[in-house]
């Protein structure tokens, strides 16, 4: 039986966590499972997230010309919250670490690379909503990290539209969770535990089944 893969390139939360028990709760593995299972075919799970991973970083880095890549039925790309890190000193707040114009100037030319190099449909993954009373986060020399859900919803906004100019699948967590309860499915201020990849499996399910 033909091998495909599906293909993850993302931050922490895409790459999953080891649990007490010392499985592996990550939703991309979740879901290459069920597309097996339902379209009775073998498919690989090549999974090249980073922990800390920015937008710019993965045009940077190798992961786009990965040897890995290759033979993909979809490829999902679920990075950005990294992008909206504020990090200072001041009291005021600090603003995100990569602008917006950045940021999406760097998608286009991620997209364009992969558009160019396969025909496999192409999913973006929106920012999940922070614990936002976890942050700030204290870095050390009076350092603070912050993220908000400000910041995120704006980026998941930008993202649908820029999607939406490239023909590619948006898929928004944030309108498939209940936001308020979703911070009872997180180990930290910002990823799932065990139970939050299964959830994110079942949302990312429904959507890559409309198109495959």
């Not at 993850?8 to 080891?18: E, H, T």
């Not at 986060?137 to 995120?152: E, I, S, T």
Request: hydrophobic share 40%.
């Amino acid at each position: 039986m033909e091998l495909k893969n599906l293909i993850i390139i993302g931050d922490s939360i895409a790459r999953g966590y080891v649990t007490p028990d010392g499985t592996v709760a990550c939703w991309g593995s979740i879901l290459s499972r069920k597309l097996a299972q339902d379209l009775q075919t073998n498919i690989g799970l090549c999974n090249l997230s980073v922990g800390g991973i920015t937008t710019p970083d993965i045009l940077k880095s190798s992961l786009l010309l990965s040897q890995n890549v290759h033979d993909p039925i979809i490829i999902v790309l679920s990075f950005g919250v990294n992008d909206i890190r504020r990090i200072g000193q001041e009291e005021n707040l600090p603003p995100c670490e990569i602008s917006t114009k950045d940021r999406l100037e760097t998608w286009e030319k991620i997209i364009d690379i992969l558009q160019k190099k396969f025909s496999a449909p192409i999913f973006i993954t929106g920012i999940l909503p922070f614990n936002e009373a976890i942050y700030p986060l204290h870095l050390g020399q009076d350092y603070k990290l912050y993220r908000l859900n400000k910041d995120a919803e704006l980026y998941n906004q930008n993202l649908k539209d820029f999607a939406a100019k490239k023909n590619i699948t948006f898929m928004n967590w944030a309108t498939k969770i209940d936001i308020h309860t979703w911070p009872n499915y997180l180990i930290d201020e910002l990823h799932p535990n065990a139970e939050g990849h299964k959830i994110l499996s079942d949302i990312a399910y429904e959507w890559v089944r409309q198109i495959i």
